[in-house]
């Protein structure tokens, strides 16, 4: 298996694990390039790193946001590996284990689910935000708040009503916009 095809296994993981938000391989300013990244509400984040050799996975513990994981991202963290690649006891503090087995990602050893730190929190924003732009620098001329008005210009388009298999913005399930509650 490829490292690329991990990070597809664990994308789909994500969503299954209900993250609303999902990204990959996208950088922000610490210099933490996570393989997947998903949100789920209330800002929680999930992070999972796909290592499919020992030298990467041991690699990977000497990286600065490894050595200071308060510079980290993810609310909950985890190494998504092939099997007996590593042990539990390797893992860093509070980090989980998925392990892709038989075709599915099994969780061998779920993640704390506190990790991340307010600096955790800001590198997370930049990453979203520097994907943002990404976005928006591929759509213009349009903006992207002319973009997710889209539907509103294809029901002006369709005489009032929107086209067969599409619902109205305020009638889509948004986990996002969805008041915070309280633990």
């Not at 993810?74 to 590996?81: D, I, Q």
């Not at 929190?121 to 732009?133: G, K, Q």
């Not at 599409?166 to 996002?176: G, I, R, S």
Request: charge should be positive; proline fraction near 5%; include cysteine.
């Amino acid at each position: 298996m490829t490292h690329a095809q991990m990070v597809e296994k664990a994308v789909r993981w994500l969503r299954a694990y209900r993250c609303g938000v999902v990204l990959s391989e996208q950088a922000c300013v610490s210099g933490e390039m996570p393989d997947a990244i998903g949100w789920k509400k209330a800002c929680h984040s999930v992070l999972v790193e796909c290592k499919i050799t020992r030298a990467d996975f041991l690699a990977d513990r000497d990286k600065p946001f490894r050595q200071k994981p308060e510079k980290g991202v993810g609310s909950e963290r985890f190494y998504l590996t092939l099997p007996a690649l590593l042990t539990i006891e390797e893992l860093p503090e509070g980090w989980g284990l998925l392990e892709y087995r038989r075709g599915r990602i099994e969780m061998v050893r779920a993640s704390a689910k506190n990790l991340r730190s307010a600096a955790g929190f800001r590198y997370e924003m930049n990453l979203l935000l520097a994907s943002l732009r990404r976005v928006e620098v591929r759509i213009e001329p349009q903006s992207i708040t002319e973009f997710l008005k889209w539907k509103n210009r294809m029901a002006e388009y369709n005489r009032g009503t929107l086209p067969e298999g599409l619902m109205a913005t305020e009638e889509e399930l948004n986990t996002f916009l969805e008041p915070e509650v309280p633990c």
